[in-house]
């Protein structure tokens, strides 16, 4: 007897589930850059490894504590620094992606309490190969990063805690220069 296409579908189903959950990347290197006394933003650092033979596609992240995770890419477009919202990121089969300053990173927005060295944020990036658990420690600022600050933290504030991928929003383009001093 032929299987119908919907006996057909559950046979798909049944093998295919136990392997998406088996294969979720590998993570390392997560962190989120502490970002300046009243920043509203934060943003969050990760290695991806996918060691499956599939490709993964990252299409969204998400954390009790934060208001807003976004998947964002930083660019430099006709020498201003800017970003964008990314609906998906793709991690190939065996590839690597790193989340970096100055590229991919996850924005963290609507903080509604300060973050601080020490503290750990539990976020949850959603994936094709199911929902990433992932921890993120809060870290100062490395020494190889240069940390640009603004006079008034609570102001225009959509920083990083580091130079060059402050943007007031989305696509909106800002000079580099903007600010670079010491917080008050
Ligand atoms: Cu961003």
Redesign the pocket.
């Known amino acids: 007897m032929k299987p119908s296409p919907m006996q057909r579908l559950l046979i798909c189903l049944c093998l295919a589930s136990p392997a998406a959950v088996a294969e979720l990347p590998l993570i390392s290197d997560a962190r989120i850059i502490q970002p300046p006394p009243g920043a509203p933003v934060a943003?969050g650092y990760l290695t991806i490894n996918n060691t499956s033979e599939d490709e993964l596609v990252v299409n969204g992240a998400s954390s009790e504590h934060i208001a807003t995770v976004e998947l964002?890419l930083?660019e430099v477009v006709d020498d201003v620094a800017t970003?964008r919202e990314m609906d998906q990121i793709v991690v190939p089969a065996g590839g690597t992606l790193e989340f970096k300053h100055g590229s991919y990173?996850l924005?963290l927005m609507g903080l509604d309490a300060p973050l601080q060295a020490g503290d750990d944020v539990q976020i949850t990036i959603e994936s094709s190969a199911g929902p990433i658990p992932v921890t993120l420690p809060v870290v100062r600022p490395g020494e190889h990063t240069m940390t640009h600050q603004g006079s008034d933290g609570s102001s225009q504030g959509h920083w990083?805690g580091h130079g060059q991928?402050m943007?007031e929003g989305m696509g909106k383009p800002m000079p580099k220069d903007m600010t670079d001093s010491s917080t008050n």
């Open positions: 943003g964002h930083s970003m990173h924005m990083h991928e943007d």
